[in-house]
Nanobody, 118 residues
Framework: QGQLVESGGGSVQPGGSLRLSCKGA???????????LGWYRQAPGKERDLVAT???????TYADTVKGRFTISRDNSKKMLYLQMNNLAPEDTAVYFC?????????WGQGTQGTVSS
């Protein structure tokens, strides 16, 4: 089945940007491309929330809190999922998780920390 491996987290000031990446490691292309890919985030003491999703065909959905600031994209041939985050605010601070949802089953990455503070 392989693994989802996130990278690209870090610390930025308010108004800054981060680009997160998620690779389908040791995963055949057809597996990576099955189901819906998405990004979730979990802030300290809070539940894990949906940030954005993208289908194989490129249809996207976003949480209201990130619309207009975040962009989800994917490169199917490279088995990569991305999240471009612009105009970041302190409330965007969280651990960001990559997710593949298929047939009622969720596969998760280990998460990458994104911190926004001055």
């Amino acid at each position: 089945q392989g693994q989802l491996v996130e990278s690209g987290g870090g610390s930025v000031q308010p108004g800054g940007s981060l680009r997160l990446s998620c690779k389908g490691a040791r995963m055949i292309t057809s597996t990576f491309n099955s189901g819906i890919l998405g990004w979730y985030r979990q802030a300290p003491g809070k539940e894990r929330d949906l940030v954005a999703t993208i289908t194989l065909g490129g249809t996207t959905t976003y949480a209201d809190t990130v619309k207009g600031r975040f962009t989800i994209s994917r490169d199917n041939s490279k088995k990569m999922l991305y999240l471009q985050m612009n105009n970041l605010a302190p409330e965007d601070t969280a651990v960001y998780f990559c997710n593949r949802s298929f047939g009622g089953t969720d596969q998760w990455g280990q998460g990458t920390q994104g911190t926004v503070s001055s």
